[in-house]
């Protein structure tokens, strides 16, 4: 796994700016003829791996690149240097993908969750989050419908007219009292026959436009007086119960809030970690400033 720190620390724990790097428009690989050897506890920053970071950073000169890549590896230094100082043993971690951390990477996230300890949410601060943007937790109007598809036996207008004219037959079948659950067992081409023609809970767009229009211009319970055409065949709709849209209960969304909450507090932990870790250093040829602390 290649070894970038953007991936290991977030971005807003990084500095916020970079000073003492060069001028003028420069190749990324290139070092601007004036920028200054850089030193993080006395250790240097090698200008030809500076050069290979550039790489992985977008920027408007090589310049800009270069002075990203250096503020990262001067993080990166500083993180495993402290690494050797808690004299941790790099234990990497396989992600989703089953791809391997390397181990300066592991040692990065090791000395992060070792020091840089984020406070956990409280349920106060979680439901305060909640009351203050109801819209954020609204849950979309739903309705519920079920179906009789009878489908063409091929893609003909005498197959297409024929279905249709079974699917005709079946309306007036229910429009006389047939049962709607035993019609749709025993004619329907889709699988809901097996559930009597039940789709579940739906919301807007998950059903065709034409099928939608249909199910909500009906009252709940009401069948459509005609069969609707889609791609797939004639349908038979019902409307079988109509939900207006909602605001969540707390207690469905409050692993989303705390989660999100838990994320953002550990930006700042790592933020402020990495803030007090520069001004303990001694780093020259470049000036590492951070934003105001959280």
């Known amino acids: 796994m290649k070894h970038t720190l953007i991936s290991t620390v977030p971005a807003e724990a990084q500095p916020e700016s970079f000073s003492g790097c ?6 990324a690989a290139r070092r601007p003829l004036n920028a200054p050897p850089v030193f993080v506890n006395g ?16 920027a408007h000169s090589g310049a800009e690149a270069r002075a990203a890549a250096a503020r990262a590896l001067v993080i990166r230094e500083l993180l495993l ?9 790099p234990a990497p971690l396989r992600d989703e993908q089953g791809r391997e951390e390397t181990e300066e ?4 996230r090791q000395v992060l969750q070792a020091e ?7 349920d106060t601060e979680c439901r305060r989050v909640y009351d203050s943007a109801p819209k954020r937790f609204t849950m979309p109007a739903i309705y519920e419908a079920s ?9 003909t207008d005498a197959a297409v007219a024929e279905a249709g004219a079974r699917a005709a037959q ?6 006389d009292g047939a049962d709607f659950v035993m019609l749709a067992s025993a004619h329907s081409d889709c699988p809901s026959s097996s559930e ?6 739906l919301q807007r767009g998950d059903l065709a436009l034409e099928l939608e229009k249909a199910l909500l211009a009906l009252d709940v319970g009401a069948i459509a007086p005609a069969a609707v055409r889609t791609k797939f065949g004639w349908h038979i709709v019902r409307l079988d119960r109509r939900g207006d849209a909602r605001m969540a209960p707390f207690e469905a969304v409050r692993d989303v809030i705390f989660s999100a909450l838990r994320e953002r507090a550990g930006v700042a932990a790592a933020a402020r970690y990495l803030r007090e870790l520069a001004a303990d250093a001694e780093i020259e040829g470049l000036t590492l400033e951070f934003g105001a602390a959280q």
């Open 22 to 27: 060069g001028h003028g428009p420069t190749p």
């Open 43 to 58: 250790v240097a920053i090698d200008e030809a791996a500076i050069a290979l970071e550039a790489q992985n950073h977008s």
């Open 81 to 89: 240097q402290r690494a050797r100082t808690l004299a941790l043993t």
């Open 105 to 108: 990477e592991a040692l990065i």
């Open 116 to 122: 840089a300890i984020a406070s956990e949410p409280t």
């Open 147 to 155: 179906h009789i598809l009878i489908a063409p036996a091929e893609p």
């Open 170 to 175: 079946l309306v007036a079948a229910l429009q």
């Open 196 to 201: 009597g023609g039940a789709l579940g809970q």
